[in-house]
Antibody, heavy 124, light 107 residues
Framework: EVQLVESGGGLVQPGGSLRLSCAVS????????MDWVRQAPGKGLEWVGR??????????EYAASVKGRFTISRDEAENSLYLLMDSLKMEDTAVYYC???????????????WGRGTLVTVSS | DIQMTQSPSAMSASVGDRVTITCRAS??????LDWFQHKPGKVPKRLIY???SLQSGVPSRFSGSGSGTEFTLTISSLQPEDFAAYYC?????????FGGGTKVEIK
């Protein structure tokens, strides 16, 4: 059974940092692209960033709103995906989801499976 | 960045209604568009990928169509469990972008 479990959310002051973790099981982590998606209170879904799989170099992509402040990494020995968030702003307050990508007919798709999310609150 | 404009932003419908949601891309994205359903307190669920392919396990009353810049999600006969928010997502070009969402409420 595929499982993704996020952790590390909490209350942080503006300008602070936080690291989210996503522990995965039930699939070969190194084979899959992984994404972070967030939802601010009362708002829609927003794609945050992506970690490519090992065959594709393990490189990353980011939304413009977080580029330069957020860093995605993965530890394949620990079967974990991470989101390091620096210089946090109040508008980063959201539930953060990690999602497993799926590879279909030569393309990588978002969201075959999702974690339940972890809440990050940026407030003084 | 590619902007995804979704309409309507909210709608009221009755069980049994045919529901259509539209997503328009600011530039051509071929068929690189997916549809997600999101219920409060639940995780998002992918319904449609590649514009028109039904995700395994998703009821056949859901269908998607379109290519280029205009896309449609159709629910042929709305069921009580379908009241939720729906989002399109383009994955043609980075950064990936979601539409603003459509909240389908009970009339």
């Amino acid at each position: 059974e595929v499982q993704l479990v996020e952790s590390g959310g909490g209350l942080v002051q503006p300008g602070g940092s936080l690291r989210l973790s996503c522990a995965v099981s039930g699939f070969t982590f190194s084979d899959h692209y992984m994404d972070w998606v967030r939802q601010a209170p009362g708002k829609g879904l927003e794609w945050v960033g992506r970690s490519r799989n090992r065959p594709d170099g393990g490189t990353t992509e980011y939304a413009a709103s977080v580029k330069g402040r957020f860093t995605i990494s993965r530890d394949e020995a620990e079967n974990s995906l991470y989101l390091l968030m620096d210089s946090l702003k109040m508008e980063d307050t959201a539930v953060y989801y990690c999602a497993r990508g799926s590879y279909i007919s030569g393309w990588h798709y978002v969201g075959a499976d999702w974690g339940r999310g972890t809440l990050v609150t940026v407030s003084s | 960045d590619i902007q995804m404009t979704q309409s309507p932003s909210a709608m009221s419908a009755s069980v049994g209604d045919r529901v259509t949601i539209t997503c328009r891309a600011s530039q051509g994205i071929s068929n690189h568009l997916d549809w997600f359903q999101h219920k409060p307190g639940k995780v998002p669920k992918r319904l449609i990928y590649a514009a028109s392919s039904l995700q395994s396990g998703v009821p056949s009353r859901f269908s998607g169509s379109g290519s280029g810049t205009e896309f449609t999600l159709t629910i042929s006969s709305l069921q009580p469990e379908d009241f939720a928010a729906y989002y399109c997502l383009q994955h043609s070009t980075y950064p990936l972008t979601f539409g603003g969402g459509t909240k389908v409420e009970i009339k």
